[in-house]
Structure formats: structure tokens, C-alpha cells
């Protein structure tokens, strides 16, 4: 007996190992810890979505579950299928413990191209709170499933969703490093760099169209500017020594970067076309990892003038740098929050690197992350979750978290170190 | 000619061997011997070179013998100084490039894996500075070195512990045409 299931647990082993990899090896996201009340939410499947192959309803509801604001509840078929133009019977979702509801209706069109209609209801206040009618190709199901989930989110919590932006990070695989780029719940990966050398620091422009970052081809850190759609690339800062840690402006007209051309890591601002130089910072330390304020008025970023790396700021019109963070040895990778009102920054705490949030009014700190490794942190652009680079198990991978630290999610991709993430701007 | 010096150089070796130093006379032998024959005189080999062994002209920066070969200096945690055991090399590069003022060189400055990637560069490219410095104080010129940083982007060893990070914490030195 023992034989036969060592023969079998065997076999198993063989069979997985035979298994393909998922094609793209696309990242897949597992939820590890959830927030407190999440809102309950009946999301019927539309009748006729079936022709569009991926359910239109069940990304919706991962969105949604995602966030950690929401739970799908199960709705078994129902008989007719209630589409957007059906009367709502409140009482019966109400029973079903439904606090909202989304219906609606696939339909073919001539055109060979279908429409997705569906509408949004407050079971506890029955009330519809509206609903948006979609033309769309096949191909476009994940873009517009995401697109109803930001407006459910959106109306249900008064905040932007953010399932229609995009993130990049960098995967290593063997040798070789990919600068990728997903939607934002790692579907639909595709590569806009592959290399033999490394590529940190992306940066993506405010128009969400271009990513700036430093790859190391030349044998040295150089600074690319990098066009999605054309896939066209320009060298921004390749200047006699090391070049590297862009940051855009808010206006997308300049970046800020660290160069050691007149000795030591010291920060400069040039036009985002490689123009214009000029020194930003003028110390004997280590200045880096600029980052521009929302109001485009400030810079913060790391340096270790005062003997241990801690995160400055200073006007971008130049003046004295101000010292941000005071607790500890090791702070670094300055990033402000969309609204400017929290600091994310890494934290080297009781020898683990983790996630700190700084609130910049009150002063005060909060560790959000319970990893070790941690590094790049970075906002989604309605500040409600930040996306970072973390090791588990020897492996890099990517781990999202709430800002509140309540929500933890883990998104890794198969066979492959994963790390610089970095979230994408909304897409209007 | 070669053969020539050769020979007044085997010459002038024999005379030193038999030349003693003064207060150190041999006594003189009070035993003659006259069974045995005079030792032969034996003559010095003659001091072979052949150029057909090797490469010509080998770069003593590829001789394994040779101190240039060597080119990677390692540091201990968080520092950027010259560690006593490295001045020799730094100064045999130092002399070479001052020596060579056509010979080009990189300083790639890396740091080991612990915290963030951009500040590392920053540890790296303070290294790779200090190479530098020393190089140019020894006669070097500044326009023969350019000093980069790697930062922990690549790695020589690739365990997570402190024996791989001392090896990771580190300047290599190319010269042209190595990189």
C-alpha cells in the first residue's frame, strides 16, 4: 500500500513536471490576507457572454475581490437570466445578503463586433446608480471587464479604481532580464525589453505612453527613455560614469536622475529629451533615488550626508535639502503618495527590510509589511494599494498591499526572479 | 652579438663565483692529492632564450605571473577604503597606466544584494571613485579611467550569506578592449 502511493505521489510528480508552463507564464495573484468588512456583491453572469470567450463577469469579480473592499457572493443561474433592462426584485437580492448588484447582456452585432450593457444597483437603498453600454472586439473583453470593475468601484467607494492601469517589472530568467508589462492584475504580460544585462528602475511617464530606466548593455548603468507603442528607445543620460534613478516630472517635460560624472552619486535634472543639464544636489555623500512631489515643487531622495542613508527633500528650484526620516539606521526609496500625503519608503527594522508609510502631517510611522527583502515600493495611482518587490523562499516575486496594511496579495510568475515593479499612471 | 654578451655575462657570473670575499680566505690545503686529476674547469650552461614557447610580446596584464593580471580589489561591509593587502596591485596599475598612456581602463564598483538597488550603485560607484583616486595619485591620468558602478546587479556568487557577499562587494579593473 505505502509502495503504491510512493508509486503514485511519483507519477504525480512526473505529470506535473511534464505539464507545460502556462503559455506567457503570466504572473498569477494569490490573495494572503483580507481587510475587515468587505462589501457583499451579486455580480449575475450576463446572458449571451459566453460568446466572448473569458467571462466578462468573472474578471469583474476578481477585480473587485482583489481590492479587499469586496466579496463576490455566489449567484447560481437564475431562470430568466436578469439582464440590465430587467425590474429588479430588491427583496430577493436583499436575501441573498447582496448589498450590490450588476446586471447585463452580451449581444452580437452586425458588425461582427458585440456590446457589453450593463447597470449597477444599491440593493439596500434600491436604487439603480447607473450603468454604461460598451462596443467591443473580442480581443478588448479583459480592457472593458476591467472598465466596468472601475466604475463599480468607483461608485461604490467614491475612489478611482485602478483595474485598467498597468504595471511593469522586470523578470529574470536565467540570463536573461525582461522588462515586462501587465495589466494590473498581471494578465496579458508582453515584453517591451529583452536583454543578456539588467534592467532597473523603470519609470513610467505621466501619460502612462513611455517608461524610463537604467540598463546596463554598455557595461555601465545608462539611462533609456523607451516608447511603448513604437518600442523606440533614446538614451536620456549617458554621460562619463554612472548614469541611473530617473524620475518624471508631473508634467512629463523633465526627469530627475543620478549621475557620478563630476564624482560621487549626485542628483541632476535634464529635459526629458537629454537636454539641458543641471546639478541638483552638491554633496560629498551619496545622493539618489530622486522622486518629484505631485506639485512638481520638491525632490525627495536618499542620501547618507548625515552617516546612514535616510530620505531628504529639497526644492527642485534648488536650496537647502530638509532630512524626512529620523527612526532608524536605513531608510531609502523615497515615494510619495498620489494625494502627497504619505511617504512610502523602505526601512531596514530589526534587520528586515520592510515597508514604512510616513504620514507626513502627523509624523508618524507605520510598518506595513511583515517580509524581509522588501524593496521598490509603489503606489497604485489611487494610493489605495502599494505594489513591491519582495523574496520568498530564495525566489524574487511581487507582493501588493493596501495602504492601510490590512489587504496583502502575492503575484508571482512561473520560473523567474521578479522584482522593480512599478505602477502605472491612470489611463484616460 | 647576442651570444657575444651572453658569453661576457656567463664569464663575469663564473669570476664572481670564484671571488671571495675578503676576510673569508679559504685556508690554504696542506694535503696534495697527486693520484687524482685536476678537477675539470666546469663551464656555466649557457642561459637559454627562446621565443618560440610563448606568445610573443605577452601582455604582463594576461601573465598569470604577473601582480596586473590581477584585477578585482574586495572590501569589508559598508566601506569604500584600499585595504593594505590591494595597495601593491593598485600601485602596479597605477605604474602600468602611468607607463602606458595610451592603455585605456574601466572600474566597475558592485555591492553585495542587502538593500535597495539604486543606492547600492551609489556604495558602487564610491568604490570604483576610489580606485580611481588612487590610480591618478599614482600617475595615472584622469581621462585613461572611467569609474562606473554595477551596483548589486552583478553578482560574482550568488548565495545569500556573508561569504558570497564579501566576494560580491568588489572593484574590477578592465583595461581597453576587455570590455
Known amino acids: ?428 | 652579438m647576442r651570444l657575444a654578451i651572453v658569453a661576457t655575462l656567463a664569464a663575469a657570473a663564473v669570476a664572481a663565483g670564484c671571488a671571495t670575499a675578503p676576510g673569508e680566505q679559504a685556508p690554504a690545503s696542506v694535503e696534495e692529492r697527486a693520484a687524482k686529476p685536476p678537477a675539470a674547469v666546469e663551464t656555466k650552461p649557457i642561459a637559454r632564450v627562446d621565443l618560440t614557447s610563448k606568445p610573443a610580446a605577452a601582455s604582463p596584464l594576461k601573465d598569470p605571473n604577473n601582480i596586473l593580471s590581477r584585477r578585482s580589489i574586495f572590501y569589508d561591509f559598508d566601506k569604500f577604503d584600499i585595504k593594505d593587502e590591494f595597495r601593491p596591485l593598485v600601485e602596479a596599475h597605477g605604474k602600468y597606466l602611468r607607463e602606458n598612456p595610451g592603455a585605456k581602463m574601466l572600474i566597475q564598483g558592485n555591492a553585495d544584494e542587502r538593500g535597495s538597488r539604486e543606492y547600492n550603485i551609489g556604495l558602487g560607484q564610491r568604490r570604483s571613485d576610489s580606485v580611481k583616486r588612487a590610480l591618478t595619485l599614482l600617475g595615472a591620468k584622469d581621462n585613461q579611467i572611467e569609474s562606473v558602478s554595477l551596483g548589486e546587479e552583478k553578482p560574482v556568487c550568488t548565495e545569500h550569506a556573508e561569504e558570497c557577499w564579501a566576494k560580491n562587494r568588489r572593484s574590477d579593473m578592465l583595461y581597453g578592449g576587455e570590455y
Open chain 1, 1 to 428: 500500500m505505502q509502495v503504491l502511493l510512493t508509486r503514485l505521489r511519483a507519477l504525480l510528480g512526473i505529470v506535473l513536471l511534464l505539464t507545460p508552463p502556462l503559455a506567457g507564464a503570466q504572473l498569477s495573484i494569490e490573495i494572503t490576507g483580507a481587510g475587515a468588512p468587505r462589501m457583499p456583491i451579486a455580480i449575475a453572469s450576463f446572458p449571451g457572454e459566453e460568446a466572448l470567450g473569458p467571462g466578462v463577469t468573472s474578471i469583474v469579480r476578481a477585480d473587485l475581490e482583489r481590492s479587499g473592499l469586496f466579496r463576490g457572493l455566489e449567484v447560481p443561474p437564475l431562470s430568466p437570466a436578469p439582464t440590465e433592462a430587467s425590474s429588479v426584485n430588491y427583496a430577493e437580492w436583499r436575501s441573498r445578503l447582496a448589498d450590490a448588484l450588476v446586471l447585463g447582456s452580451v449581444a452580437a452585432r452586425p458588425d461582427g463586433r458585440y456590446e457589453v450593457r450593463f447597470r449597477l444597483y444599491d440593493v439596500v437603498k434600491q436604487a439603480s446608480l447607473g450603468g454604461i453600454a460598451y462596443t467591443l472586439s473580442k480581443e478588448q473583453v479583459r480592457a472593458t471587464a476591467h472598465r466596468i470593475a472601475d466604475f463599480v468601484y468607483e461608485k461604490l467607494t467614491g475612489e478611482k479604481g485602478v483595474f485598467s492601469t498597468r504595471i511593469a517589472y522586470v523578470v529574470k530568467r536565467g540570463n536573461r532580464f525582461e522588462l515586462q508589462i501587465a495589466d494590473a492584475d498581471g494578465a496579458g504580460e508582453e515584453a517591451a525589453l529583452v536583454s543578456f544585462e539588467p534592467i532597473i528602475s523603470p519609470a513610467w511617464s505621466p501619460d502612462g505612453r513611455k517608461l524610463a530606466y537604467v540598463s546596463f548593455e554598455n557595461k555601465k548603468p545608462v539611462v533609456y527613455v523607451h516608447s511603448l507603442l513604437d518600442g523606440k528607445r533614446n538614451v536620456v543620460a549617458n554621460f562619463r560614469g554612472s548614469n541611473s534613478a530617473p524620475a518624471w516630472s508631473p508634467d512629463g517635460s523633465k526627469l530627475a536622475v543620478t549621475l557620478s560624472r563630476e564624482g560621487g552619486s549626485q542628483i541632476f535634472l535634464l529635459n526629458a529629451d537629454g537636454s539641458n543639464l543641471r546639478r541638483l544636489t552638491s554633496s560629498a555623500a551619496i545622493d539618489t533615488e530622486p522622486r518629484f512631489s505631485g506639485d512638481g515643487q520638491w525632490i525627495y531622495f536618499t542620501s547618507d550626508r548625515g552617516g546612514t542613508p535616510q530620505i531628504y527633500r529639497m526644492p527642485v528650484a534648488g536650496g537647502e535639502p530638509q532630512r524626512v526620516t529620523f527612526e532608524g539606521s536605513y531608510n531609502v526609496t523615497p515615494r510619495l503618495s498620489p494625494d502627497g500625503k504619505t511617504l512610502a519608503y523602505i526601512t531596514l527594522n530589526e534587520g528586515k527590510f520592510q515597508v514604512a508609510l510616513l504620514d507626513l502631517s502627523n509624523r508618524q510611522v507605520q510598518i506595513i509589511t511583515d517580509s524581509d527583502r522588501d524593496e521598490s515600493p509603489s503606489f497604485a495611482p489611487n494610493g489605495r494599494m502599494i505594489l513591491l518587490a519582495t523574496v520568498i523562499d530564495g525566489r524574487g516575486v511581487l507582493s501588493a498591499v493596501s495602504s492601510d496594511g490590512r489587504v496583502k496579495q502575492r503575484l508571482s510568475v512561473t520560473a523567474g526572479d521578479v522584482r522593480e515593479p512599478a505602477w502605472g499612471p491612470f489611463i484616460e
